[in-house]
């Protein structure tokens, strides 16, 4: 059974960094296009980074060039998400996601897997 599973989240003050960690298990990571978004409650959940499976293509929202960097280790089977010089707009929970198709896209309805979520939280 495919599962992801995000840690790393908390409480951050703006300007500082936090880094973001995805786990798989019942599948491996690299064949899957693998993807960050994030989500607050009564707005969709929108994309911050995705990382293009098989290899280390990545492109981000406009709203975290710059400042977010997401990788992935094989060895861990671990997508990363590194978030650096956070401001209280990136408050939010923050959600990997899977999906089959190797292209840059960040289409929620494309990734059929996800994890439960992670919650960042930025302080002014």
């Known amino acids: 059974h495919f599962l992801l599973v995000e840690s790393g989240g908390g409480l951050v003050q703006s300007g500082g960094s936090l880094r973001l960690s995805c786990a798989a298990s019942?599948?491996?990571?690299?064949?899957?296009?693998i993807g960050w978004f994030r989500q607050v409650p009564g707005n969709e959940r929108e994309g911050v980074a995705v990382?293009?499976?098989?290899?280390?293509?990545?492109d981000y929202a406009d709203s975290v060039k710059g400042r977010f960097t997401i990788s992935r280790d094989n060895a861990k089977n671990t997508v990363y998400l590194q978030m650096n010089s956070l401001k209280s707009e990136d408050t939010s929970v923050y959600y990997c996601?899977?999906?089959?198709?190797?292209?840059?896209?960040?289409?929620?309805?494309?990734?059929?897997?996800w994890g439960q979520g992670t919650e960042v939280t930025v302080s002014s």
């Open positions: 990382i293009i499976s098989g290899g280390n293509t990545t």
């Open positions: 019942g599948s491996t990571l690299d064949e899957y296009t």
């Open positions: 996601g899977a999906s089959p198709l190797p292209m840059s896209t960040m289409n929620v309805r494309l990734f059929y897997v």
